[in-house]
C-alpha cells in the first residue's frame, strides 16, 4: 500500500508538471497604439493593407483599432492574413454593426507554428461599405512600426495602423527555443533530458520509500 501511494504522488507530481510545461499563455510582441490620424472609411473602394514580421514562434492572433465614427454601420468586413509565399492563412468576415468606437477587435486564429522571422500582410477591405456606412482604421502620422509598411490601395503612405500580434506559447515552447541554440546534437539533448528525468523520478521514489521505511521502523 505504501509503495502505491508513493506511485500516485509521483503521477500526480509528472500530471502537473506536464501541465505546467505544456499549458499556454499569450503574449503581445507587437504592439503599435498610436492612433493619431485615420485612414479614411473602408468603403467597397478602399483596400487597406499592414505588413509586419513576426517576432515570434506560435503567432495566434491579430488586433486592430477600428474607428465607427460613433454610429452604427451596416456594411461587412473581410480581414485576411497572407504570409511571405502569398498563401491565404486567414480569412474572416464580421458585420460592422458588431465593431465598438475606437476599441481594439481581436481576430485570434490556429497558432502559426514556425512564424518567428516571417513577413505577413493585414489585409482589411469591404465589398459593401459605402461612404457614411462604414468604418475606419485608426494609424500612426509616421512610421512608428519600423519592420512593416502600410499600404491603402496599393500604394504606401506614411504611418502603421494601430494594431498588435499575440503569441501562443508554453514554457515547453521556451525550453525547446532554448535548445534550439545550445551547440548540441537535438537527439542527443533529448536522450540527456529524458535521462534526466528519469534518474529524477528514480531518486524521488527511493527518497520517498527511505523515508516511509524510517517511519514504519519507528512503530
Known amino acids: 500500500m505504501k509503495r502505491k501511494s508513493i506511485l500516485l504522488l509521483i503521477v500526480i507530481f509528472i ?27 473602408v468603403t467597397r ?20 483599432l477600428f474607428g465607427t465614427y460613433n454610429r452604427i454601420n451596416n456594411s461587412n468586413l473581410v480581414i485576411q492574413l497572407i504570409d511571405d509565399k502569398g498563401d491565404l492563412l486567414v480569412n474572416k468576415e464580421i ?22 522571422g516571417r513577413e ?46 499575440t503569441y501562443s506559447s508554453s514554457e515547453f515552447d521556451t525550453l525547446k527555443e532554448m535548445a534550439d541554440k545550445v551547440p548540441i546534437n537535438k537527439d542527443t539533448l533529448i536522450f540527456i533530458l529524458v535521462g534526466v528525468i528519469i534518474c529524477s523520478i528514480m531518486l524521488m521514489y527511493k527518497s520517498m520509500d527511505s523515508i516511509s521505511n524510517m517511519k514504519g521502523n519507528k512503530y
Open 95 to 116: 458585420q460592422t454593426s458588431s465593431l465598438k468606437d475606437n476599441q481594439f477587435k481581436e481576430f485570434p486564429f490556429p497558432r502559426i507554428g514556425k512564424s518567428k
Open 15 to 41: 500530471l502537473l508538471f506536464s501541465s505546467y510545461l505544456f499549458n499556454r499563455h499569450n503574449k503581445y510582441e507587437i504592439v503599435q497604439t498610436l492612433a493619431e490620424v485615420t485612414v479614411g472609411e
Open 120 to 165: 505577413y500582410s493585414i489585409l482589411i477591405g469591404s465589398e459593401n461599405g459605402f461612404e457614411n456606412n462604414a468604418i475606419t482604421v485608426w494609424a500612426s502620422l509616421s512610421d512608428s512600426y519600423s519592420g512593416g509598411e502600410l499600404l491603402v490601395n496599393g500604394e504606401i503612405v506614411e504611418g502603421d495602423i494601430a494594431f498588435k500580434t
Open 45 to 64: 473602394d478602399v483596400s487597406i493593407e499592414q505588413t509586419f514580421i513576426a517576432d515570434k514562434n506560435n503567432l495566434s492572433a491579430i488586433e486592430i
